[in-house]
């Protein structure tokens, strides 16, 4: 496959994306996200500096790490907002991420939530899922279409995933910080990812809120592929298995939540004393 000066598909070779839209992602030998050695700069500052990790399909796997640790990042580089220097980004044994559009990574089935939550705001709850399940997103087009059965019950499983049933009709402007929070992520499981990338979900919920979250991830775990950026301790305890440690743009420690807070140099970088 040819890619221009930038790494960009060339006009003409959507029918690639198709092939692997239709092939799938694959993930025979475990992992379904790998970076190896990705480096990134920015006027002379190296946001990521030879980043290694690999994420087992249906893992949940929490970055944490000081500001400027590269977490951002690395999240752009996965989701084709930023060009890696050097180094190599695969969704799966087959996809190189470095040669896709955001558009075409978000459709092959990597999703991403960031802090603040998006929302159309003048819509209900249901409106804002059924308008993110349309290909036409056109709104009037898209509230237009009649569902299918089949549309529908994926509509109410989120809603009940998500435990907004009782706020179907309600206009998303209403919600609470914590609900607004949770329809973004029902938004993006309309969309049927395969991977989901979350920036700090649990930032300016209540304690309940946060522990339903943290619910919430537990279930998905397994069936999707969650890849949490967390600051909030707390809730990185409750949900983590494997936790990785930015610190300079590279991997600093790697491992469960009890062995990385009892290191030595996450301490001194990033939990303190």
Excluded at 59 to 73: Q, V, W
Excluded at 131 to 140: G, I, Q, S, Y
Excluded at 156 to 168: K, M, S, Y
Excluded at 178 to 195: A, H, S, T
Aim: proline share 3%; glycine share 10%; net charge negative.
């Amino acid at each position: 496959m040819t890619t221009n000066g930038q790494g960009d598909l060339r006009s003409g070779e959507t029918s690639g994306l198709g092939h692997l839209m239709r092939e799938g992602v694959d993930v025979s030998h475990g992992p379904i996200l790998y970076l190896d050695d990705i480096t990134v700069s920015f006027d002379g500052f190296r946001a990521l500096n030879g980043l290694s990790l690999t994420v087992d399909a249906g893992e949940l796997r929490c970055i944490i790490g000081p500001n400027g640790a590269g977490k951002t990042t690395m999240m752009d580089v996965i989701t084709g907002k930023t060009r890696p220097d050097s180094g190599s980004a695969f969704f799966g044994q087959t996809i190189d991420l470095t040669r896709f559009t955001e558009a075409e990574i978000a459709h092959m089935g990597i999703g991403r939530k960031f802090q603040k939550p998006t929302v159309f705001e003048n819509l209900t709850v249901v409106e804002n899922l059924e308008l993110a399940m349309k290909t036409d997103k056109r709104v009037r087009a898209s509230l237009r279409a009649k569902l299918s059965k089949e549309d529908l019950g994926r509509i109410g499983e989120t809603l009940e995933l998500i435990r907004l049933e009782t706020e179907a009709g309600r206009p998303a402007g209403t919600l609470s910080h914590g609900q607004k929070q949770w329809l973004e992520i029902g938004m993006l499981l309309m969309q049927e990812p395969r991977l989901l990338l979350l920036d700090e979900p649990a930032a300016g919920m209540t304690d309940e809120e946060t522990s339903r979250t943290a619910e919430l991830f537990r279930k998905l775990a397994g069936t999707h592929t969650l890849v949490v950026v967390e600051h909030d301790m707390d809730f990185i305890a409750e949900i983590s298995r494997i936790v990785t440690v930015l610190h300079e743009g590279s991997v600093l420690a790697e491992g469960p939540m009890d062995v990385v807070k009892n290191d030595e140099r996450v301490i001194e970088v990033y939990l303190g004393r």
